[in-house]
């Protein structure tokens, strides 16, 4: 498979079946994530794993899009380890854990699983819940699992997507 049949072929998940995610999955997913790049290569990405059904189901309560899921990884950045753009002091922080993120939703994809990625959540209760340290910022959460009944089709970026043209400006506006 190519790197855009992959792409193409991600779509997200919010029904899973039951299967936990085997551990050597588990490891190629969050490896994926540990060579992504980040800016300066400072790494800022911190990364929570959860599998238990206690700590899945504490993780749904009070999140609304929480799906259930067999795996999720509540991915932080260290905002004390992030680069810092010098012209105007903007932060990286966000980009780097995207990065991260997007690497392992599609290692995820490659692997056979599906995936979900979370922005709507309460991050106060994540934090509090799961004792993640004042100094780490909660950036996303990422469902991992099995998909309970099929995936989005690769062909719907062909009426879904805007075409080239509109997104893409060759040399100057």
Request: include cysteine; proline fraction near 5%; charge should be neutral.
């Amino acid at each position: 498979m190519t790197f855009l049949d992959l792409a193409k072929k991600r779509s997200a998940v919010r029904q899973f079946d039951r299967r936990k995610v085997e551990r050597e999955k588990l490891l190629t997913i969050l490896e994926a994530g540990r060579v992504a790049p980040t800016a300066c290569n400072y790494q800022p990405q911190k990364i929570l794993v959860l599998e238990t059904s206690e700590s899945l189901a504490k993780l749904r309560s009070g999140n609304k899009y929480i799906y259930e899921s067999p795996l999720a990884l509540i991915v932080c950045a260290n905002l004390s380890q992030s680069w810092k753009h010098y012209y105007d002091g903007r932060d990286s922080a966000q980009t780097d854990v995207g990065i991260v993120t997007t690497h392992m939703m599609l290692a995820a994809t490659d692997l056979g699983l599906g995936s979900l990625w979370v922005h709507g959540f309460e991050p106060e209760n994540v934090r509090r819940d799961f004792n993640i340290p004042a100094h780490l910022d909660i950036i996303n959460i990422l469902l991992i699992g099995y998909p309970d009944g099929p995936t989005a089709s690769a062909d719907r970026h062909n009426s879904l997507r805007k075409p080239l043209q509109e997104t893409v400006i060759l040399e100057s506006f």
